[in-house]
């Protein structure tokens, strides 16, 4: 059984940074490439950042290219979210997911396991 769990969400000021952790429960988890949406109050959930499985290849929003930074470290089976210079736009609930494909993806249809999300907070 897949269990993603996110954490290091918060509250933070306008130009501050955080950083996400997802501990993968996965068999294999080096396999499967990864990836973080975000859904923000009365909005759809939206892509943020994927990579591949091997960590080589990364693909991010506009909203947040030079922003945020996507890893993962596959010996300890967690992803990674790195975001600076944080905007009150960037205030959302922030959900990890693990893709059945390997390279980096960003459609929703392409992942088949989502964490309970994180809560990050901007005030502006």
């Known amino acids: 059984q897949v269990q993603l769990v996110e954490s290091g969400g918060g509250l933070v000021e306008a130009g501050g940074s955080l950083r996400l952790s997802c501990a993968a429960s996965?068999?294999?988890?080096?396999?499967?490439?990864m990836a973080w949406f975000r859904q923000a109050p009365g909005k759809e959930r939206e892509f943020v950042a994927g990579i591949s499985w091997t960590g080589g290849s990364t693909t991010y929003a506009d909203s947040v290219k030079g922003r945020f930074t996507i890893s993962r470290d596959n010996a300890k089976n967690t992803v990674y979210l790195q975001m600076n210079s944080l905007k009150s736009e960037d205030t959302a609930v922030y959900f990890c997911a693990k893709s059945f494909r390997a390279i980096a993806v960003d459609v929703s249809a392409d992942f088949d396991s989502w964490g309970q999300g994180t809560q990050v907070t901007v005030s502006s």
């Open positions: 996965i068999r294999r988890f080096g396999n499967y490439a």
